[in-house]
């Protein structure tokens, strides 16, 4: 049993809610789409699994708010850290997938600057831990 980290929930409940609002404003207007293009059921697809597993996400960090300490070693919270990291690949493959619909060349854009960022961002996030590993682990 380990601490729980209110950093990790505080930013876990951010990236579920903000994908959750992102994904269902585009899925407002795919929905009425017939017929749909391969793009556009990819988006369709995509969040209608993402968004029921971010919302979970949200769920079990309220539950987690109650309890002091976790099973961050267990096989269960393995499981549900890689389902809620399946769940944001999802829901950007179906933003992705909306821009490809718009436009082929729209959606390149989207995937290359969202892996310019995801890589960016996590360089930094490593030079931020090195520079204070304490930092990290607290949750500070």
Known sequence: ??????YAVKLHNLYAGGLIIISLVILQDFL???PLDPPAFLALLAFAIAIPLLSGTLVLN???EQFKYGPLKSPIFRLVHYTFLASIVLALTGIAAAFWHA??????IFIV???LAITVYSLYITKLSEA???AVSKGA
Do not use: C, H, R
Request: glycine share 4%; no cysteine; charged share 15%.
């Open 1 to 6: 049993m380990q601490v729980y980290n209110t």
């Open 32 to 34: 009425s789409l017939k």
């Open 62 to 64: 309220v539950i987690e």
């Open 103 to 108: 436009s082929w060349f729209i959606g390149l």
């Open 113 to 115: 600057s969202q892996a």
């Open 132 to 134: 204070d590993p304490k």
